[in-house]
């Protein structure tokens, strides 16, 4: 089956089109969509609207959730390494700081805050909440649902490169105390009712796409690009 990185422009630039080079699936498709480049977290039905509907149609879909409440953990580590001025430049001390003013609505617009905060529901469905994804795995059993991912494109199931490894952080659950973990139960209520995590219980099992399908209907095919 076809996968959405066959549409990246310049594939080689983009580790996945590089994968699935070496495992001899060619990312070079003919035609003026090849070239075709997206944004960094786009959304589904961003590359919806983005790609004619025959192409679009033949995609394999899919889509990786991850515990709500170490997604925010990960995040503060990631701004300590690579934006340690924006947390000073907002009082941010620690952890609980930075949660606050990530989750405040009231703060100044922040571009890579305003996808972190999204409830990852909302990267999957059509406007009028039209579910466009075939398949959801877990980040927390990353490596046998990329396998299962390989099985549905068609392709050997490859390594995946770690990039941007967290140092020095804990167990999620050791850096909140109750007022923050129902601050993001709050903020990713809908999240949480979809997939099922629970603050004690990291990765939990079970299928996800039937849960999620049993919320929100499977997309009609997709409206021509314009």
């Not at 941007?164 to 973990?181: F, K, N, P, V, W």
């Not at 049993?214 to 997309?219: G, K, L």
Request: aromatic residues 12%; contains cysteine; charged residues 25%.
């Amino acid at each position: 089956r076809t996968s959405l990185s066959n549409y990246a422009c310049r594939p080689e630039e983009f580790w996945e089109n590089r994968l699935l080079s070496s495992v001899g699936v060619n990312v070079n498709v003919i035609g003026p969509w090849q070239r075709k480049r997206f944004r960094p977290h786009c959304s589904a039905h961003d590359v919806q609207r983005q790609l004619p509907a025959q192409v679009f149609d033949k995609l394999f879909k899919f889509a990786f959730v991850r515990n709500p409440w170490d997604i925010q953990v990960s995040s503060y580590h990631h701004t300590l390494r690579e934006m340690p001025e924006l947390l000073k430049n907002n009082q941010c001390e620690d952890f609980g700081d930075f949660l606050r003013w990530s989750l405040d609505p009231e703060r100044p617009y922040e571009h890579w805050f305003q996808q972190l905060n999204q409830n990852m529901i909302d990267y999957m469905v059509n406007l009028d909440g039209s579910l466009l994804i075939d398949y959801i795995g877990r980040f927390e059993n990353l490596e046998e649902d990329w396998g299962e991912v390989c099985e549905q494109i068609g392709i050997p199931k490859a390594e995946l490169p770690r990039k941007r490894i967290s140092q020095g952080r804990s167990d999620y659950r050791e850096y909140y105390d109750d007022e923050l973990a129902e601050l993001v139960a709050n903020h990713y209520r809908r999240d949480l009712d979809l997939f099922g995590y629970t603050f004690d219980q990291a990765a939990p099992t079970g299928s996800l796409l039937g849960a999620v399908k049993a919320e929100y209907r499977r997309s009609s095919p997709a409206e021509p690009a314009t």
